[in-house]
């Protein structure tokens, strides 16, 4: 009876030491993973969400009419004569240059305005639309668009940054009712169709 004893004690041991050997074993392993999550996050499954400053209720043009950022583009389509189409049902995907982008390229509110649209403004502008409706998780990077110019953008994709002609999409996925707004923070400009800076004041 002593040497069974003696055997179950043994056998005890050895159960139970193979458990805390297997346990910290784990432990080991969820840290791995842990570290694991924390070097290489999951994709930003958020990313290509509506952007809160959407107001899908209101038309293209009144979305960008509601943004302190954009009055130079808003003075621009009413320049061109493309209130009448952004308004209508489309769908469009604009890619909508900041007043800072303007700037940036010489191009600002014009103070004295000459009857009739802006045929080269109208040139610039259809170049940043596209017929479509194309929020970032459509876009593939490769992908070009023809725009309503007539020529191409093209799209690259990188880390989630999306960029069209290089130029990177700094607010994605403004929804509006009869399109989406992308907004970039440089003017993009047909090939053969330079910008030239504004002439400076003189003294």
């Given at each position: 009876?002593?040497?069974?004893?003696?055997?179950?004690?043994?056998?005890?041991?050895?159960?139970?030491?193979?458990?805390?050997?297997r346990s910290s074993r784990e432990d080991t392993g969820d840290s791995s993973n842990q570290a694991a999550e924390l070097e290489n996050p999951e994709p930003d499954s958020n990313r290509n969400q509506i952007d809160s400053s959407s107001d899908t209720s209101k038309t293209i043009v009144e979305n960008i009419a509601d943004r302190s950022d954009m009055s130079v583009l808003t003075s621009k389509i009413e320049m061109t004569d493309l209130t009448a189409s952004l308004t209508g049902p489309g769908p469009f995907t604009l890619l909508a240059p900041t007043d800072t982008a303007f700037s940036q390229a010489g191009i600002r509110v014009s103070k004295n305005r000459k009857p009739g649209p802006d045929k080269k403004m109208q040139g610039i502008l259809g170049y940043h639309?596209?017929?479509?409706?194309?929020?970032?998780?459509?876009?593939?990077?490769?992908?070009?668009?023809?725009?309503?110019?007539?020529?191409?953008?093209?799209?690259?994709?990188?880390?989630?940054?999306?960029?069209?002609?290089?130029?990177?999409?700094?607010?994605k996925n403004i929804v509006a009712k009869n399109g989406v707004i992308h907004v970039i923070d440089q003017v993009l400009t047909p090939p053969d169709t330079p910008v030239t800076a504004a002439p400076g004041k003189k003294p």
């Open positions: 009876m002593r040497s069974i004893a003696i055997i179950l004690v043994i056998f005890v041991n050895l159960l139970f030491q193979a458990c805390t050997s639309l596209v017929s479509g409706f194309y929020r970032t998780d459509d876009l593939t990077s490769g992908m070009e668009l023809t725009t309503l110019e007539g020529r191409k953008i093209r799209v690259t994709v990188d880390n989630g940054v999306y960029r069209v002609n290089g130029v990177p999409i700094t607010v």
